[in-house]
């Protein structure tokens, strides 16, 4: 199993500009998660998904839409990067009932 | 609110002194208390999970505990290779997020040789 993978590992992006960022989990988990990692402000729950189809919004939303169309795959998107956007993405699953398991991250740099 | 702190910020160890980082919370229900810890550059990586006040876990050096309003990692006789970011993390029953986590800052520990 490779577990929770992301990609890219590294992206650099100019104001205005759109990526997608993609989480792929082989474990069949029915959840994923999306978080950001800032200095000094721990991890924070972006979006979160509990099955295929489905998505939600954590605590810090503005700027990012979701989808999940495979249950293996989680994509997180920003429509028009701002500076503030600039952080270390980590996506994660779980099954039902057990702790989340975390991807190896994506450092993202908006200029 | 959830709330989650962790003291201290930052701990520097020589091999073999024992020491415990704290995980002070706030949570409207607790369904579980999450350890993870995380090396520079990589993704947290799954230590433990606790349920229930009295509740404790151990693996090799490592050995977290649970009250009603903190938990400890206890670290017996750290090698350098423990040196590592700790997080801390709640999930609560009712917290906003379908069972996302709530993290605290994390405490950045060194153990020099």
């Known amino acids: 199993n490779a577990g929770v993978t992301q990609t890219p590992k590294f992206r650099v992006l100019k104001t205005g500009q759109s990526m997608t960022l993609l989480c792929a989990q082989d474990?069949?988990?029915?959840?994923m998660y999306w978080y950001r990692q800032d200095p000094g402000m721990g991890l924070r729950l972006i979006h979160y998904?509990?099955?295929?189809?489905?998505?939600a919004k954590g605590e810090v939303p503005d700027g990012y839409n979701v989808s999940r169309l495979k249950k293996q795959n989680f994509l997180l998107g920003l429509e028009s990067a701002a500076p503030s956007q600039t952080s270390v993405y980590f996506c994660?699953?779980?099954?039902?009932?057990?702790?989340?398991?975390f991807g190896p991250g994506t450092r993202l740099l908006v200029l | 609110e959830d709330q989650v702190t962790q003291s201290p910020e930052a701990l520097r160890l020589q091999e073999g002194e024992s020491s415990s980082l704290n995980c002070s919370y706030t949570?409207?229900?607790?369904?579980?208390l999450f350890w993870y810890r995380q090396d520079p550059g990589k993704g947290p990586e799954f230590l433990f999970t606790?349920?229930?006040a009295g509740e404790e876990k151990e693996k090799e050096r490592l050995k977290a505990t649970l009250t009603k309003k903190e938990s400890f990692l206890h670290i017996t006789a750290p090698k350098p290779e423990d040196s590592a970011t700790y997080l801390c993390?709640?999930?609560?029953?009712?917290?906003?997020?379908?069972?996302?986590?709530?993290f605290g800052k994390g405490t950045h520990l060194i153990i020099q040789p």
């Open positions: 998904s509990v099955g295929e189809g489905t998505t």
């Open positions: 474990m069949n988990h029915e959840y």
């Open positions: 949570v409207s229900g607790l369904r579980g």
């Open positions: 994660a699953s779980r099954p039902n009932r057990a702790a989340q398991y």
């Open positions: 993390a709640v999930q609560a029953y009712s917290g906003g997020g379908a069972d996302g986590l709530t």
């Open positions: 606790l349920y229930s």
